[in-house]
């Protein structure tokens, strides 16, 4: 699986199931020794989210193309470029009918999803008349102009997408996170404005409180270094520090075996020093924040460690990586605590922007006031209306009383006869042999019979 692997990383884990399975290389060490479960042979490993919108959609179009064994094939010895540049999509024309239609299927269903949105986002907003086929043309990770067969083009697309979103999924997280520490601030100086001064005072004292007792933690070990690596040796893997080996650190924390270190298993090594600083059962400790100082980290060892910026450590890259200065002796860490995230500028700038939008909803719900108070004045007329009809028409039927005239029903007719009188045909009829009784010694005459004359 070692091509989907690079690219995955190239991309920031572009694709997320790997291909071709690849014996586990030798450990020099018993892992019997070392602390927690192994894993299971041939259990499959589950890769984390992407993080994009279509995550679900290229899982499963690469679940689809791994059962093609041509496609396998070209994929073992494709590079990266080859990847990138769209060359390999070409090899989509010569893969089996079969996974060919279940391609199309995935991408019709990924094009309803994506009008399903639209529909739903446009609703949201009371807009009519939507065009899906010019809205779909802000997706880039598919062929819109053809939405219901999967082609070259579209394999194209979804890897540059890919490549593009998740080239950006970093920085985005990082402008995320400032964001969100400033709506901190913001948010505490506001409520800081709602007390008095000896409250507020009493709020200040325990703000900075919880911010010394936050930044009173053991020291954290650089990132990469060997005092960071030989910690997580000793202490998660359970394993005597005075035999740390570098090289079989690699092919112990290669945890898939692939023979990269990717962004996730980097990651994981930085556990035991974020714990140094970070506990959920403490108020003082922000747990987005630890995530934040999770991905700081990450990045650093990938800027230092990983010469050909794939976002993979190869063997070689780590191995040479110990053997720098910066990775026996490195500077001090400085955690996000000691650290400046944004500046009084841009907090004012901040909040400028939260003003405005507060503005721009609350002239919206004005308006939606108002034409609420519109269609309800409306109601009202429509009910005052209605009440002087009922008024007009009972007073009608009053005047028509008074002159002698009965009312009228719905369809004109009277509604009651005067005595005596019986509209035409309502007059009672007593068939022959009908159950009405005959009077007393009155003999009922046979009907009389009518000739039939033949000409």
Known sequence: MKWVSVLLQQCILLMTCLLVA????????????????????????????????????????????????????????????????????????????????????????????????????????????????????????????????????????????????????????????????????????????????????????????????????????????????????????GLDPNEFDPKTFFKLH???????????????????????????????????????????????VMNEVDINKDRLVTLEEFLRATEKKEFLEPDSWETLDQQQLFTEDELKEFESHISQQEDELRKKAEDLQRQKEELQRQHDQLQAQKQELQQVVKQMEQKKLQQGNPPAGPAGELKFQPPGEHKVGDAPKHPVGGDQPLPPGHVQEPAARTEQVHP
Do not use: C
């Open 22 to 237: 690849l014996e586990a290389v030798p450990i020099d060490i018993d892992k019997t020794k070392v602390k927690g479960e192994g894993q299971v042979e041939g259990e499959k490993v589950e890769n984390p989210d992407t993080g994009l919108y279509y995550d679900e959609y290229l899982r499963q179009v690469i679940d689809v193309l791994e059962t093609d064994k041509h496609f396998r094939e070209k994929l073992q010895t494709a590079d990266i470029e080859e990847i990138k540049s769209g060359k390999l999509s070409r090899e989509l024309d010569l893969v089996s009918h079969h996974v060919r239609t279940r391609l199309d299927e995935l991408k019709r269903q990924e094009v309803a999803r994506l009008r399903m949105l639209i529909k739903a986002k446009m609703d949201s907003v009371q807009d009519t008349g939507i065009d899906h086929q010019a809205l779909l043309k802000q997706f880039e990770h598919l062929n819109h102009q053809n939405p219901d067969t999967f082609e070259p083009k579209d394999l194209d697309m979804l890897i540059k997408a890919a490549t593009s979103d998740l080239e950006n999924y970093d920085k985005t997280r990082h402008e995320e996170f400032k964001k969100y520490e400033m709506m901190k601030e913001h948010e505490r100086r506001e409520y800081l404005k709602t007390l008095d001064e000896e409250k507020r005072k009493r709020e200040e004292s325990k703000f900075e409180e919880m911010k010394k007792k936050h930044g009173d933690h053991p020291k954290v070990h650089h990132p990469g270094s060997k005092d960071q690596l030989k910690e997580v040796w000793e202490e998660a893997d």
């Open 254 to 300: 290669d945890v898939n075996n692939d023979g990269f270190l990717d962004e996730q298993e980097l990651e994981a090594l930085f556990t035991k020093e974020l714990e140094k600083v970070y506990d959920p059962k403490n108020e003082e400790d922000d747990m987005v924040e630890m995530e934040e100082e999770r991905l700081r980290m990450r990045e650093h």
